[in-house]
C-alpha cells in the first residue's frame, strides 16, 4: 500500500473518532437540557409527579445512546485501536469517575422504572435506593457537566454548523438521524408507560388535596 492510500485510510479512521466524538457531544447537550428540566420537577415533586415520570423514562433511550457511544469509545481506545490511540486517551476525569457514574445512571434510572411497576403501597428499600443513587449520581454528574461542557457544546455545534469540505466527516445524517431517533423513542416510552402509573399520581394528587 503506498504511503498515500495509508494516509487517505487513517484520515478516514480518524473522522470515525471524530464523528463518535460529535454524536457524544449532541446527545450529551440533548441530556443536560432533559435533566435541569427533570431537575426542575423535584422542586415541586408531587405536583409535577406525571411530569417527572415521563421525563425520567424519555431520559433512558438518549442515556443508553451516550452510554453506547462512550463506552464504544472506551474500548477501542483500550484495544489500542490506532485511530483512537492518535486522539489520546479519554478525559482523566471520566475514566476516573465514568464506570461509577454509568453504574449509578443505570440504578437511578432502573429504580425508578421498578417504581412505577410496584407503585408507592410497596416501594420501600426501592425508592430508598433510588433516592440514594440519585445523591450520588448527582455529584458525580456535576463534576462530568463541568469537566466537559465547553466539550461538549463545541462538539455538538460542529454537525449544526455547514461541513468544512476540507476536512468532512461522514455520518452526520447517521448521527442526527440517531440521537432524533432515541429522543422520539423517549418520547414514545414516556407515553406509554407514564398514564400506567396511577397509584403514583393519584396519591400525589390526594396529598395536594389535603
Do not use: C
Request: charged share 15%.
Amino acid at each position: 500500500m503506498s504511503h498515500r492510500a495509508e494516509a487517505v485510510d487513517a484520515g478516514s479512521a480518524d473522522a470515525g473518532v471524530e464523528g463518535n466524538s460529535r454524536l457524544t457531544g449532541t446527545v450529551g447537550v440533548l441530556l443536560v437540557v432533559l435533566l435541569f428540566a427533570e431537575g426542575l420537577t423535584i422542586l415541586s415533586i408531587r405536583g409535577l409527579i406525571t411530569l417527572h415520570l415521563f421525563i425520567g423514562l424519555l431520559l433512558i433511550p438518549p442515556v443508553a445512546l451516550k452510554i453506547v457511544a462512550t463506552g464504544y469509545r472506551f474500548a477501542r481506545y483500550y484495544t489500542r485501536a490506532a485511530p483512537y490511540v492518535r486522539r489520546g486517551p479519554p478525559h482523566p476525569v471520566l475514566r476516573l469517575i465514568g464506570p461509577v457514574l454509568i453504574a449509578m445512571t443505570v440504578v437511578l434510572l432502573g429504580t425508578g422504572v421498578w417504581l412505577i411497576i410496584v407503585g408507592p403501597d410497596h416501594a420501600g428499600l426501592i425508592l430508598t435506593a433510588h433516592q440514594a443513587s440519585f445523591v450520588i449520581w448527582f455529584g458525580l454528574t456535576a463534576i462530568h457537566v463541568l469537566a466537559h461542557v465547553r466539550e461538549t457544546v463545541v462538539l455538538a455545534a460542529k454537525d449544526v454548523r455547514r461541513p468544512d469540505p476540507a476536512r468532512p466527516v461522514p455520518g452526520r445524517g447517521v448521527r442526527t438521524g440517531a440521537v432524533a431517533l432515541a429522543l422520539v423513542a423517549g418520547v414514545a416510552l414516556g407515553a406509554v408507560v407514564t398514564p400506567t402509573a396511577t397509584a403514583w399520581t393519584a396519591r400525589s394528587a390526594a396529598e395536594g388535596h389535603r
